[in-house]
């Protein structure tokens, strides 16, 4: 127990030291120091609670439920105070609906409800406190050395006139920390109550590090995530009065069973906080905030990304699982269960479409968007289906994702610094212009999409769960989404493991404290591909199990080895691209063949007696698979089943409480 609330209160604390500290060196060491206590610490805790069974903590505090809920009307009067400053009106009103719901939930009925169990952990829990706590905090190390780099450029294009420049690394630094605070109570809080306010932290954490620099496109960006996780969070408050009133009870675990037991009585409050975590989750119609990030400093993205902000929203449709089957009992009358459908078209449309659009991008940290709004899709239908098969591929896409993302958008950062770009189009000679750092991001896209790392095999198992769940309209999904997925990861490799010997290294000047970070993702990418077969049968299967009943066939003899392969590949891998690098820079081999005499890498003389300079260029299909256009079809198509899924929830709980009556 104390363990868990030291993970809640020492980034607080760490956030405090950051903003009291004026000196750049010594904030330095403050950051680099607390992130290796979360570390230890999440390690510590998951430690204790991997693979066993759920555990409770009777912790109940009333002076708890106080602060936080002053707390989150603070929190609501400070997007009160922003919006209007910026008249965003809009976001004010939702704002003044989500303060009033704070005080429903606390004063009204649902507020009397005794809580006897507060706090909870159990697996799925235990890997995402190694997520925030790990990952999280790797990349709060990462932004010691890149926030550096992006002031001093800030502060240059201040001279120059272009932007008004501030230096606020504290304030950036304690966010980050404070987010990192706010996720721990999300994947450890049982009481919805304390889970709201949480949820809350997250998002305003996330309006102030989206508009970090202050400018209009990042002004605007911020107040469309805060406007459309208001929509979220209004919907969870919603759930939390609704699950107060007609289940009496305000523990998560619960709900759940008695949603179990009488699903037509729980299918609103589901269907709401599906809602809020489909918000949360970046799904379509809410995908374009998570877009919107992009302009934020890369750390903000890399957290928003992989290690938090959208884990928040799958974790929450994993845990509700077991309510959204599409086939459950207790709905004599429809037969599917009309939030779990709801969830995997929304799931799957998004999956589709944002992978196509990704085809469309040059800018990396919009492909690496792209791509991330897809793999939550994956895991989104995993999570409605609710077979153990498709909660066993869920969990591992989000272990997988979460280490591969936060390496590919740490590389895109740290080479963003020092070539100037993050256009993939300027990613030429990448391997001898930053060697290193072009193998660490081959691995990580690797580690993507390639046979045999970990996150193609949760990819297979998601489509096996897929087949099973007889909707065969998302596996043909699945199908043309994931041929879109390989296309734009390919053509990105492929032009970053291109190199001209002639191309200076200039790699010299990345921090160490990069280096760092980006090390500690690729051996999280690496470990947990080897290591798959143990953490299946030791970790993710007995939870499966626990949570949906349901049988899950253990590892073979034979996939013990496929595993064992795994490990050798993933080492040759990096070893192949490095050595093609020494061998680009030595100048081995022979010239390449340009349909003419060969001028080196990068020209040749055609048939007229020109000298050609040779370029390369990746297809995109902008008018095949452009962005508006497709972006508009699954917005309009993902509204209109998010409003009958919560229509049919409306009616199935009318239904059921007009026959109890």
Not at 186 to 198: K, Y
Not at 344 to 367: D, E, P, Y
Not at 408 to 419: N, Q, R, S
Request: glycine share 8%; charged share 10%; aromatic share 10%.
């Amino acid at each position: 127990m104390g363990i868990i609330w030291f993970l809640i209160v020492f980034p607080l604390v760490a956030a405090a030291l950051c903003v009291i500290s004026r000196d750049e060196r010594l904030r330095g060491v403050i950051v680099c120091v607390s992130a290796c206590v979360i570390a230890v610490g999440s390690i510590v805790l998951a430690a204790q609670h991997l693979g066993g069974t759920a555990r409770y903590y009777a912790f109940s505090s009333v002076a708890i439920s106080v602060v936080l809920f002053i707390v989150e009307l603070a929190l609501c009067a400070y997007i009160m105070w922003r919006s209007l400053s910026a008249r965003k009106y809009g976001v004010f009103v939702l704002a003044c609906v989500q303060a009033l719901l704070a005080c429903v939930a606390e004063f009204g009925p649902s507020g009397s409800v005794e809580v006897h169990r507060a706090v909870y952990i159990d697996t799925l829990s235990s890997i995402m406190v190694l997520i925030i706590g790990i990952i999280g905090s790797g990349i709060c190390v990462y932004a010691v050395g890149y926030m550096r780099d992006f002031q001093r450029h800030q502060d240059e294009l201040a001279r120059q006139g272009k932007e008004f420049s501030t230096d606020r690394q504290g304030f950036f630094f304690a966010v980050m920390f404070a987010f990192l605070s706010g996720m721990f109570g999300i994947v450890t809080f049982n009481d919805l109550a304390w889970m709201l306010c949480a949820w809350e932290v997250t998002t305003v954490c996330s309006f102030y590090l989206i508009g970090y620099t202050k400018t209009a496109e990042a002004t605007a960006n911020s107040f469309r995530q805060i406007w459309m996780n208001l929509i979220g969070g209004i919907a969870f408050a919603t759930a939390v009065i609704i699950i107060g009133v007609t289940c009496s009870v305000m523990e998560l675990d619960r709900f759940i069973a008695i949603g179990a037991l009488a699903p037509m009585a729980a299918m609103l409050p589901v269907a709401l906080l599906a809602l809020a975590s489909l918000t949360k989750a970046a799904q379509m119609p809410f995908h374009t905030w998570l877009l919107g990030a992009m302009v934020a400093p890369t750390p903000t993205s890399a957290l928003l990304h992989s290690s938090t902000m959208v884990k928040a929203g799958v974790f929450l449709l994993i845990r509700l699982s077991p309510l959204m089957g599409v086939y459950v009992s207790g709905l004599p009358r429809m037969g599917i269960n009309p939030v779990g459908f709801s969830v995997i078209l929304v799931g799957c449309i998004t999956f589709l479409l944002a992978s196509l659009i990704a085809v469309s991008q040059s800018n990396a940290k919009r492909v690496l968007a792209y791509s991330t709004i897809p793999t939550r899709g994956r895991i989104v239908t995993c999570a409605g289906i609710g077979s153990a098969a498709a909660v066993w591929a869920a969990i591992f896409l989000l272990i997988f994702h979460a280490c591969a993302k936060s390496l590919l958008f740490l590389c895109v950062g740290t080479a963003e610094h020092h070539i100037g770009s993050r256009n993939i189009e300027d990613m030429d000679s990448l391997i001898t212009r930053m060697p290193k750092l072009a193998v660490l991001m081959a691995f990580g896209i690797c580690g993507m999409f390639i046979a045999p790392f970990g996150m193609l095999v949760s990819k297979w198992a998601a489509l096996g769960a897929f087949v099973n769940s007889g909707v065969i309209v998302i596996v043909i999904m699945l199908a043309f989404g994931s041929a879109a997925t390989f296309f734009f990861w390919a053509k990105w490799l492929a032009k970053i493991v291109a190199g001209d010997p002639s191309a200076e290294n200039v790699e010299g000047s990345v921090h160490t404290t990069e280096w760092c970070a980006l090390g500690l993702m690729a051996l999280l990418l690496a470990a947990c591909s080897i290591f798959l077969p143990a953490i299946s049968s030791g970790v993710v299967t007995p939870y499966v199990r626990q949570l949906t009943g349901g049988v899950m066939r253990m590892p073979s003899a034979g996939d013990l080895v496929l595993m064992a392969v795994c490990a050798f590949v993933m080492i040759a891998i990096p070893l192949v691209v490095a050595l093609r690098a020494r061998s680009i820079r030595r100048g081995d081999g022979h010239q390449p063949y340009f349909g003419g005499v060969g001028h080196g890498h990068a020209a040749f003389m055609d048939s007229m007696g020109q000298q050609v300079a040779y370029t390369q260029r990746n297809w995109y299909l902008e008018g095949m698979f452009n962005e508006e256009k497709i972006g508009m079809i699954g917005t309009v198509l993902c509204t209109i089943i998010a409003f009958m899924g919560i229509s049919a929830s409306v009616g199935l709980a009318v239904v059921f409480f007009g026959s109890v009556i």
